[in-house]
């Protein structure tokens, strides 16, 4: 079991990875969000040595396979093999609209760009001939001036951002492991996530039990009043955000709550996040979250959260603080982590995992991963 954290953007991205690295961290991961996501951990791998650098998540349509190739590769070997990618597809406003990129069948397109990147590495580190050749993508030119050659430590990992059954399906066919999104309850994970990930890598021959899993939980907790109210308002603004994104509707649908994804919709096109936030009450906070009285109770709250995914997939747990950086991580994050990593592994039959709390105000939201 293992405890990352993220390290955010650019600014001080070196001095808080290897802070994390300090304080027993396993891992540091970025997101793209208002920061590029590889240029942070390219300057994690120069001041850690052993913490994994993860991408969670770069936008795959916003690129191309050949691109992300060479930058993964790269940070892969200034780092000794500790990189791991990350890949998300975004939505279609923000492919279109904010990126300028074209957006259609974002599966089929998914699983071809990752099979392009299988392809662009196999040339430079097996010296096979580069010859991919999709309806999206085609790369079939690679001269010795271009071709960078083996990397030491071979190809890094990638991982999939999926939360529907297209998406998913594409994790289990040709991905390393399966981000799975925070939008996600246990419920889901258990009856759709889970066991479409083990009939998509059942179909092609590979063996489901092999990848890795990456769950975010949201958890709703403090050291006092004031940090569980912050808390809990966050995670009740971020469920409605995601809520509010049709992608997202199985989700709701599953509870029954469908036709609040309507609702969401149209208010947040009129940009009403306040009374979107308001419509999310307890039951559904429940489903999403962790809530728990302190960091110490995170674990006895919901010890099967963390393992809900994995009921079948070996490895150990892993989780994050998904928005902590090591000198400013609250003592309910990653305390609260550890406390969750801790009871999925006694669910697991695994010994619990060990953690440092640091200090800071009230936490948001954390991350388990099986490896």
């Given at each position: 079991m293992k405890l990352d954290a993220g390290i955010g953007g650019i600014e001080s991205a070196a001095q808080r990875a290897a802070e994390a690295e300090a304080a027993g961290y396993s891992g540091v991961f970025t997101?793209?969000?208002?920061?590029d996501p590889f240029l942070p951990l390219l300057l994690a791998a120069e001041s850690t040595e052993r913490v994994d650098l993860v991408t969670a998540i770069a936008v795959a349509f916003a690129r191309n396979p050949m691109t992300t190739a060479a930058t993964s590769n790269d940070i892969h070997r200034a780092s000794g093999g500790r990189f791991i990618l990350g890949l998300g597809s975004q939505i279609k406003p923000h492919i279109e609209r904010r990126l300028s990129m074209p957006w259609s069948k974002p599966a089929a397109r998914m699983r071809e760009f990752i099979s392009a990147l299988h392809a662009i590495w196999g040339c430079w580190n097996e010296g096979t001939k580069l010859d991919f050749r999709g309806d999206f993508y085609t790369h079939t030119l690679m001269t010795p001036f271009f071709n960078p050659g083996p990397n030491p430590h071979g190809r890094p990992?990638?991982?999939?951002?999926?939360?529907?059954?297209?998406?998913?399906?594409?994790?289990?066919e040709?991905?390393?492991?399966?981000?799975?999104?925070?939008f996600t309850t246990e419920r889901y994970l258990r009856e759709v996530t889970v066991p479409g990930l083990e009939k998509a890598s059942s179909k092609v021959?590979?063996?489901a039990a092999k990848l890795d899993v990456v769950g975010p939980v949201f958890i709703v907790t403090g050291n006092d009043d004031a940090e569980r109210e912050a808390a809990d308002g966050?995670?009740?603004?971020?469920?409605?955000?995601?809520?509010?994104?049709p992608a997202y509707r199985p989700v709701l649908e599953l509870h029954g709550w469908g036709d609040l994804q309507n609702e969401l919709n149209t208010?947040?096109?009129?940009?009403?996040?306040?009374?979107m936030a308001a419509l999310i009450d307890d039951e559904m906070l429940d489903a999403f979250a962790v809530v728990a009285d302190s960091p110490a109770d995170v674990a006895p709250a919901r010890p099967g959260v963390a393992a809900a995914g994995t009921p079948t997939l070996a490895g150990d747990v892993r989780a994050a603080g998904h928005r902590g950086q090591p000198a400013s991580v609250p003592p309910g994050a990653s305390a609260a982590a550890t406390q969750l990593v801790a009871g999925a592994g006694?669910?697991?039959?695994?010994?619990?995992?060990?953690?440092?709390?640091s200090s800071g105000p009230g936490h948001?939201?954390?991350?388990?991963r099986a490896e």
């Open positions: 997101a793209e969000t208002g920061s990992k990638v991982y999939l951002a999926a939360v529907g059954d297209l998406m998913t399906a594409v994790a289990g040709v991905a390393d492991g399966i981000l799975v999104h925070q021959g590979r063996d966050f995670v009740r603004n971020q469920i409605a955000f995601y809520g509010s994104t208010l947040s096109k009129q940009g009403e996040w306040v009374k006694a669910a697991r039959g695994r010994p619990a995992a060990t953690g440092r709390r948001r939201r954390g991350r388990v």
